[in-house]
């Protein structure tokens, strides 16, 4: 069985209407499934808007999903509450995007750490001094940096400090939410090699949220594509890069800078993304899909592997 198995996950926002108008819902998150096994990384792309961030945050409960299910190991998340959603958090935690406003300026680094150590492990002070001592220097720092603040620390130290905080509680499953988007280039690599080390070292699991489909493919075994709420396809990284088969991932691949004289011609979409407070009937990327037929207006496709294979695919007419 798989680690963490997410059935049909829905994300609504209410929005007011009028006097005479009926309240309206924002679908961020609109029927999503998938699965993600122990140690394995497993990335999401889409545009901005798509439903990426609010997906993260729901499977670790920052957000309550309206409907649907998250599974970790046989235990349904999205239904506990209080004292036992508490006390489950220690099995999932997140990496922020932002290295800047994921930390309290006020809090010295040792007490940042020491907030998970104390809420989750019966340790005194000495062993929780200890223990944070270790999770630094795990994340590439010394232990010189615990009775420092955050504002002392570069964007890249500062995200290493949020990874050290998030394995602080020892978790099975680990969202990263753009973790290194707010970086320089030149840091990124090394952010991305750290989570890396650490999936193969503790088997944690990942879900890595990112709009870089370079990055998505280096660090990821599976890449998820999102589209207004919706996986449009699913398949090994590897695969999902050298042959797309949905017309909105060879979109977004297109856009991807090659040093090929030769490469992908750039597919331009038409329109802009439809809003997710009125989304389109049928398959949500009709109105700017190239390959449109009556069909796709008026039935959403399910998200298929018609081969068997672990490939999937949101689209009647996939190339």
Known sequence: MALLE??????????????????????????????????????????????????????????????????????????????????????????????????????????????????????????????????????????????????????????????????????????????????????QASIINLLDDIRRETRTSFLFIAHDLAVVEHISSRILVMYLGHVVEEAPARELVGSPRHPYTQALLSAVPTLDANGRKRIVLPGDVPSPLSPPSGCPFHPRCPRSQPKCAAEAPPLVSPDGSARRCACFFAG
């Not at 006390?87 to 930390?103: E, H, T, V, W």
């Open 6 to 187: 997410v059935e049909d996950l829905k994300v609504y926002y209410p929005v007011r209407g009028g006097w005479f108008r009926p309240k309206r819902y924002l679908r961020a998150v609109d029927g999503v499934s998938f699965s993600l096994e122990a140690g394995e990384t497993l990335g999401l792309v889409g545009e901005s808007g798509c439903g990426k961030s609010t997906l993260g945050r729901a499977l670790v409960r920052l957000e309550n999903p309206a409907a649907g299910r998250v599974m970790l190991d046989g235990r349904d998340m999205a239904a506990l509450k209080g004292r036992e959603l508490r006390r489950a958090r220690k099995n999932f935690q997140m990496i922020f995007q932002d290295p800047y406003g994921s930390l309290n300026p006020r809090l010295t680094i040792f007490q940042a750490l020491d907030e998970v150590l104390a809420l989750h492990f019966r340790l005194n002070r000495a062993e929780r001094l200890e223990r944070a001592a270790a999770l630094l220097e795990r994340v590439g720092l010394t232990a010189e940096a615990l009775n420092r603040y955050p504002h002392q620390f570069s964007g890249g130290q500062r995200q290493r400090i949020g990874i050290a905080r998030a394995l602080a509680a020892e978790p099975r499953f680990i969202v990263a939410d753009e973790p290194v988007s707010a970086l320089d280039v030149s840091v």
